[in-house]
């Protein structure tokens, strides 16, 4: 009878026996992986998979000499897998919540990813094609915007975070900026006023209460230093009861100096009156009627484009935000504008709820999600369809919108064990899917489902509750 190696072997003999770096990269069947990742970081790949080869000898693991190549090599295989997993790809999002920040916020229109496509060429980005010389960058997105919105003129920065700390720097660098206190938020990522207020060179001037503020608050706080009047919607959470605050028209009718102006930071760049969906968000268009001087909002919150920040308003002022040195530094590239202007053009041409992912998924009637959830349950094998109904459930707006404000919707719940490992196994196939958990069920919520993508997700729901010898109890 053969004995394992390591009965006859001491531990220092294994050890020695490792094999090195060099022999491993002559080894035929890492030769395709080197090649796709490159040279150095898969030396480094082979060197971690050595060391923990090595600790585990270390720590008494029985493994033969024969076996270490092995070992190693399926270490670095598992590493190659788990670079491939953390690759930026598509996920299944079947949260309910529309605007997810974990992933990506809204997805977008397939008139913005042509155009993104298009546009990641050379591009007329500063260039007038008619006259041959230097253009506005963006010059027609920033057109399109202002027409949108009803208001002279538009900018483009990174995103909304970025919009408020130029904003608060090139208008109010070294004065007050008047601001009640029950809008000194933490808009989540670290995002928190009292901070961006501190970073743009502005001084903090909160007034009135948590609950209440009154006009006269405003009234009584503006003097000489007053740089600006800021309003920023209380996008995450909520305040009921004994509570009040001026509107934007009472803030722009208040009597100040013609240096002060009121901006509006709305966050969800909402176009439309959303009451019959059951959502109450407010409306840029109503901001700016109202008097704002210059309203602040996401691309890729309820606006349903790319990521950005967009500041809408009059034109004195935005002409001083283009003339400040930070606008250079938060400028959007040209893939981001170009996805922009086509979402723009979806909005104007009135075809928002039929074009844009996000306003199709919010606008979606439950008995649609519900006859998709039938429909994905009719394509699971009987085995699979042991574990799974059909529940009602609730879907969330996201992006930093009320958690409270939900829309009735349908989902396919996965019942029995092994709930978090099936979970994982969802998230980390191809294409990810990424549900949740509750109440002992593992909910796939189809409203933020494409229909392109229901086949696919049966497929995998399939394959994983038939090897799930869990479900068949
Ligand atoms: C979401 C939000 C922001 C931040 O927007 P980003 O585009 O994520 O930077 C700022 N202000 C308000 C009111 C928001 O809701």
Request: glycine share 8%; net charge neutral.
């Amino acid at each position: 009878m053969k004995l394992p190696w390591s009965l006859l072997l001491n531990k220092s003999e294994l050890l020695r026996g490792l094999p090195a770096v060099d022999e491993l990269l002559r080894h035929t069947e890492l030769t395709e992986l080197r090649r796709s990742h490159g040279h150095d970081l898969f030396v480094e790949w082979i060197r971690e998979a050595i060391n923990q080869v090595r600790r585990e000898l270390q720590n008494g693991r029985d493994v033969g000499t024969d076996q270490l190549f092995a070992a190693i090599i399926e270490l670095v295989r598992a590493r190659v897998n788990s670079e491939a997993q953390q690759v930026i790809r598509p996920v299944i999002n079947a949260t309910g919540t529309i605007l997810h920040t974990n992933l990506g916020r809204a997805p977008l229109p397939a008139l913005a990813i042509e155009r993104m496509r298009s546009a990641s060429a050379y591009t007329n980005l500063e260039l007038d094609l008619d006259s041959g010389e230097r253009g506005r960058r963006g010059a027609r997105v920033m057109k399109l915007l202002a027409r949108l919105s009803g208001t002279e003129e538009a900018m483009v920065v990174n995103n909304c975070a970025a919009a408020t700390v130029l904003v608060l720097q090139a208008l109010a660098f070294g004065k007050e900026v008047i601001i009640s206190r029950g809008q000194l938020v933490e808009i989540g990522g670290g995002f928190r006023l009292p901070d961006v207020f501190n970073s743009a060179g502005v001084i903090l001037r909160d007034i009135g209460t948590t609950n209440r503020t009154y006009c006269r608050d405003y009234e009584n706080a503006i003097h000489e230093a007053t740089g600006a009047i800021i309003r920023v919607h209380r996008s995450n959470f909520a305040q009921i009861g004994f509570v009040t605050e001026p509107s934007i028209a009472e803030l722009a009718a208040l009597w100040r100096p013609q240096s002060v102006p009121v901006i509006d930071d709305l966050g969800s760049g909402n176009l439309y009156d959303l009451s019959e969906f059951g959502l109450q968000e407010p409306r840029v268009a109503t901001s700016i009627e109202a008097g704002a001087d210059m309203v602040l909002f996401s691309g890729d919150k309820l606006f349903g484009g790319p990521q950005c920040g967009i500041i809408v308003g009059k034109k004195i002022w935005l002409e001083k935000l283009r003339s400040n040195p930070l606008m250079r530094a938060l400028r959007a590239d040209k893939v981001t504008l170009a996805a922009l202007e086509a979402t723009t053009e979806i909005h104007l041409s009135g075809n928002a709820f039929r074009q844009l992912p996000v306003l199709q998924m919010l606008s979606r009637a439950a008995e649609d999600v519900r006859s998709n959830c039938t429909s994905v349950v009719e394509q699971l094998s009987s085995a699979a369809r042991r574990r799974v109904t059909v529940v009602d459930c609730q879907s969330q707006l996201g992006g930093g919108t009320l958690p409270g404000q939900v829309l009735p919707s349908f989902a396919i719940a996965i019942g029995g064990p092994h709930l978090q490992p099936l979970a994982r196994a969802l998230r980390l196939g191809t294409p990810a899917i990424q549900g949740r958990i509750k109440d002992d069920r593992l909910l796939l919520d189809l409203r933020t489902v494409p229909d392109a993508e229901l086949k696919v997700l049966a497929e995998r729901i399939d394959a994983l509750l038939r090897d799930d010898p869990g479900g068949a109890s």
